[in-house]
């Protein structure tokens, strides 16, 4: 429903509560005056935008994961999950309440509680709102960026990673792989494995800490490891008393030479990332909005790195330059480039705009990872 639509189950009450917060003229004690004030109001495009704009960047957040959801209702119980994620840093003896953050989007008219029977718990944002909200950050988003001319080179990987996840299976088939203890391929057979893919990756060295972005995250190089991930959980592999060994499924793959689906592999990536990166999601859609011409990365970061949460041992932008940009690149969604005036380039690929508008996964759907593979050392 939109914006008038919810404004006419609302009760006077809270009608009132909204106009007080525009600073709406009417007759307080007439419904439908309030309601044609506040749309009035709302309506007009300086005022909607002036309260995007004095927005926290905690509120920023927190509206951000509600405008790329295509459901209409959420449980309170969702809300506060989303508001809490939206605090990035919590200072000591800070008394907080995400519940006040709900209050205040309730009194902007951007959430309602559900009118019916069946939707009273929980709440809803204007379908009109939702479009005006994206609206909104993307000018301020892009009055940010810098645009760049095409660079002379940049890297294009579509179907590479595709072709590679072949080659991986055809290794593992024609190849007998004993695994260690732990599951993990023995070095020589994994650089054999490394070796014949397009793109190159080094081995894990013995200094960082590896974990939240898969189940062999500490042991094996980031795209490698998205590769074993989505042929294990593809059941395409299996892992039997230390062998690795293809499924029927895989060796049928082998067998036809078929090659798998970009979409099917982002959204894997999707759910598999989303561990670490709870909106990941959101952050790939604003990608696709934003690098449709080729944009430099620093003013990408200038962007959205307010929306881009830490995790552990990664800071934001190394959240956002190696476990997202890289790894789309990889997956062929966004070139990458540089130039001599403006440093790094990134542009979305249109097989990158097709497949991220093409696929949503819910906020609950997700990949849960072993908790012992998490936090070990390399």
């Known amino acids: 429903m939109n914006l008038a639509d919810m404004l006419s189950y609302a009760d006077i009450h809270d009608l009132s509560r909204i106009a007080n917060t525009y600073n709406c003229e009417c007759n307080g004690h007439s419904k439908n005056e309030l309601i044609q004030s506040i749309l009035s109001t709302v309506n007009r495009r300086e005022i909607f935008e002036r309260q995007v704009v004095d927005l926290s960047i905690e509120d920023v957040r927190f509206l951000n994961s509600l405008i790329f959801d295509p459901r209409g209702s959420f449980s309170l119980e969702e809300l506060i999950a989303r508001v809490q994620q939206s605090r990035f840093v919590k200072e000591e003896n800070e008394l907080w309440n995400p519940r006040d953050m709900i209050s205040r989007f309730k009194q902007r008219g ?29 000018k301020q ?94 059941e395409l592999i299996t892992e039997h008393n230390q062998v690795l060994a293809l499924s029927e499924k895989g060796k049928s793959r082998v067998d036809l030479g078929q090659r798998e689906d970009v979409m099917k592999l982002y959204k894997f990536w999707l759910r598999l990332y989303k561990n670490a990166i709870p909106n990941l999601q959101s952050l790939v859609f604003w990608l696709e909005k934003l690098a449709q011409p080729w944009v430099t990365l620093a003013s990408v970061k200038t962007a959205l790195l307010p929306l881009v949460r830490p ?53 609950e759907d997700k990949i849960t990872l072993p908790f012992d593979n998490g936090g070990d050392h390399c």
Not at 152 to 178: M, W
């Open 141 to 234: 988003f892009r009055q940010q960026l810098i645009m760049s001319n095409e660079p002379v080179v940049y890297r294009d990987e579509q179907k590479l990673l595709i072709d590679d996840i072949y080659h991986f299976l055809h290794f593992v088939q024609h190849n007998e792989a004993v695994l260690t203890s732990d599951n993990t391929m023995y070095k020589r057979q994994l650089q054999q494995v490394l070796d014949r893919f397009s793109v190159k990756e080094e081995p894990v060295g013995k200094t960082a800490w590896r974990f939240g972005y898969g189940r062999f995250f500490k042991d094996y190089p980031n795209r490698f490891s998205l590769i074993y991930d989505y042929c294990y959980y593809a």
């Open 311 to 363: 995790f552990y041992y990664d800071s934001a932008d190394s959240v956002l330059e190696q476990r997202i940009l890289q790894m789309m690149m990889h997956m062929g969604l966004i070139r990458i480039g540089e130039t001599e005036e403006e440093g790094t380039v990134i542009q979305m690929s249109k097989l990158g705009s097709g497949v991220v508008q093409g696929i949503y996964v819910s906020e």
């Open 110 to 138: 951007w959430l309602f509680n559900g009118y019916s029977q069946n939707t009273r718990y929980l709440f809803q944002v204007p379908a009109d709102l939702k479009r005006r909200f994206s609206d909104a950050l993307s």
